[in-house]
């Protein structure tokens, strides 16, 4: 069984900072999962919405906005008082913290995000030698398909909610290493289906 942080300890500080990475750490978690959204810049940061609306005191499409911008934006104060401050994660600080807390992220790549996304992310985990210690997962089979191109030794997951027919065959033919089922759907019989294509 993994334990995994969504967006961090989501439950008990701003989801996708600093701060709810470190709960989910002090909470026992060895895996986190994240969201990455482009900047107007090309920087990723960590943010589950589009735009900055629901989770920082800022308006606006994330991709519209540079770094330096979402930078100045508080993404705390709207889950509490006491996170006042917490901002917006780079790519870089993610890194820096699993190997500080030897953690494993899950990367989610947003489906429709900004083109060369996937060579850009492969490019930063290359760099900063993070490729073990990073899943990158996505809804987009396009997208996990591309992942595994460009870097056939990187983990990659196929997220699935429900969109595809046959989501096992999907995943095997393109290569993802790990099929991210959300747990409602998780039954007996598609636990005996994937063990079975995958053991043949």
């Known amino acids: 069984m993994l334990i995994i942080g969504h967006r961090g300890a989501s439950g008990h500080a701003p989801e996708n900072t600093l701060a709810a990475f470190r709960k989910a750490v002090a909470l026992g978690a060895t895996f986190i999962e994240t969201d990455l959204q482009l900047s107007r810049d090309a920087h990723f940061v960590a943010i589950h919405d589009a ?67 996937e060579h850009a992310l492969v490019g930063a985990l290359r760099e900063s030698g993070e490729i073990p210690r990073a899943v990158v997962i996505c ?24 969109q595809l027919e046959k989501p096992i065959d999907k995943a095997v033919e393109i290569g993802a290493r790990q099929l991210v089922v959300r747990g409602d759907l998780v039954t007996p019989a598609m636990i005996a289906e994937a063990q079975k294509k995958i053991c043949r």
């Open 139 to 162: 809804f987009d089979a396009a997208v996990v398909l591309n992942l595994r191109k460009i870097e056939p030794t990187l983990m990659s997951g196929l997220l699935y909610d429900g």
């Open 51 to 117: 735009t900055v609306n629901r989770t920082t005191n800022g308006q606006g499409a994330v991709h519209d906005m540079t770094l330096a911008e979402l930078r100045k934006l508080d993404a705390g104060s709207w889950f509490g008082s006491e996170f006042a401050g917490e901002r917006i994660p780079t790519l870089e600080e993610i890194f820096e913290f699993s190997k500080k807390n030897d953690v494993v992220f899950y990367l989610e790549i947003k489906p429709g995000g900004s083109w060369g996304g």
